[in-house]
């Protein structure tokens, strides 16, 4: 298990059995501590995902142990900013929550218009042509790596001005702040990269 996924059960699992206002000081505090830590857990797991890439294009993404591994670090590239406004945003109001089935979709804009590319990439793996297969599949691969960078920059913007907005309301608005949650996946784009390159390099590889 990545050091995200253990900061990120534990932020989640905080449950004090003490009066309402003792309650809510230590909920405050630990969720404010919480933040830094949310923030370097997932930048240690991103750098080791990074790291693991390297091998993982070496052995043109044909060892599924370190593709697997180099995907499930690199995807904590996604909390960097995400978690930690999350546990801000709950030492300003406890009571504050985000329904699950919010919390586990991606961004904004980048699966609208990134998952039509992708499908497309997949759907032309199994072509019986082989200029198809071979060449227009990495095609579009490297569109989707573009269009991962137009996206996500755009739904950081996004989640900067909600996650402002987010705060100054206290959380009050839990529209804004799923909007806030999601688009601050930004980060992401680090996986995005990574993984159109070793998908450039060997379509049919694991690391997906």
């Known amino acids: 298990m990545t050091l995200t996924n253990e900061i990120t059960n534990l932020i989640e699992t905080f449950d004090f059995s003490f009066n309402f206002r003792a309650g809510n000081i230590i909920k405050r505090a630990a969720y404010a501590l919480s933040a830094p830590l949310a ?82 990439s997949i759907q032309l793996q199994s072509s019986r042509s082989f200029f198809h297969r071979e060449i227009s599949t990495r095609l579009f691969l490297a569109v989707y790596a573009l269009a991962s960078v137009v996206t996500r920059v755009a739904d950081g913007a996004i989640g900067v001005l909600a996650a402002t907005l987010s705060f100054l309301t206290l959380g009050k608005f839990n529209k804004i702040n799923v909007i806030a949650y999601r688009s601050l996946k930004a980060p992401a784009l680090i996986y995005d990269i990574c993984f159109s390159a070793v998908k450039i390099i060997n379509p049919r590889t694991t690391f997906s």
């Open 39 to 120: 923030c370097t857990a997932a930048t240690i797991d991103t750098v080791v995902g990074l790291m693991q890439t390297t091998p993982t294009i070496a052995t043109l993404g044909m060892d599924d142990n370190i593709a697997k591994s180099s995907r499930d670090y690199l995807l904590s590239s996604a909390s960097i900013l995400q978690m930690p406004y999350y546990s801000l945003l709950r030492s300003i109001n406890p009571n504050v929550h985000i329904d699950v089935s919010e919390i586990r979709k991606d961004s904004i804009l980048h699966p609208m218009v990134t998952s039509p590319i992708l499908r497309k």
